[in-house]
């Protein structure tokens, strides 16, 4: 596979995750976007597919990775983006726990994390913060405008992910709002990576 091939997988992965979670979202009665993390998805009889769109999407971003090792203008950049595919991979792996009333008949917070559950948010977690620090990373290669662009989507999108676990931890405050923030989020993240796989592409 060539270099192209690798670094075009960095582009596919943000829109294939965002419309699986989308339409999967829009297909379950009980579930609510605005309330429910994503991760929530990968349970009961249908999440299989969300946990599809995890391995799927991670395995893209991972390969998107070894693109940038070989062609990048950073290794430590490129490290952070196989860390945060290794984040995906491991929360499709791992089930999160129920969270916020869902599936229906759960509590809104479980009293203690299952051990699957505990891996997910640790994944996720790794992931996450790889993700940010890896904005600030490859903001140092780039015009001033990239620069802004890049340091404002680190900010953003750890800003919001906080948010989003302070919501999902049941802050009375963000609690509805969880799954909205959360998608706010997300959405941040796969833009910025789009638009740097984009940018090398083109470079």
């Known amino acids: 596979m060539g270099n192209q091939a690798l670094l075009a997988c960095g582009i596919a992965a943000g829109p294939v995750f965002t419309l699986a979670y989308l339409l999967e979202g829009a297909s379950r009665v009980d579930y609510k976007p605005f309330r429910h993390p994503v991760s929530s998805l990968s349970l009961g009889r249908a999440g299989w597919v969300q946990t599809v769109n995890f391995l799927?999407?991670?395995?893209?971003?991972l390969i998107f990775a070894v693109g940038l090792w070989h062609v990048g203008p950073s290794r430590w950049g490129a490290l952070l983006?196989?860390?945060w595919?290794?984040?995906l991979l491991g929360a499709?792996?791992?089930?999160t726990d129920p969270v916020?009333?869902?599936p229906p008949g759960t509590p809104d917070q479980l009293q203690g994390h299952t051990r699957a559950g505990a891996l997910h948010d640790l994944f996720s977690l790794i992931g996450f913060l790889a993700l940010t620090v890896a904005c600030f990373v490859f903001a140092l290669s780039g015009s001033p405008g990239w620069v802004i662009y890049s340091i404002a989507s680190g900010v953003l999108f750890a800003t919001t992910m906080?948010?989003?676990?302070?919501?999902f931890s049941q802050h009375q405050r963000w609690v509805d709002l969880g799954g909205l923030i959360q998608r706010v989020a997300?959405?941040?993240g796969?833009?910025?990576?789009?638009?740097?796989?984009?940018?090398?592409?083109h470079t």
Do not use: D, E, H, P
């Open 100 to 102: 916020s009333g869902y």
């Open 162 to 167: 906080a948010l989003a676990s302070a919501a």
């Open 190 to 201: 796969w833009t910025w990576q789009t638009l740097l796989a984009v940018r090398i592409l």
């Open 186 to 188: 997300l959405t941040i």
């Open 81 to 83: 983006m196989g860390t």
């Open 56 to 61: 799927f999407v991670g395995s893209l971003s």
């Open 92 to 95: 499709g792996v791992f089930r």
């Open 85 to 87: 595919a290794v984040g």
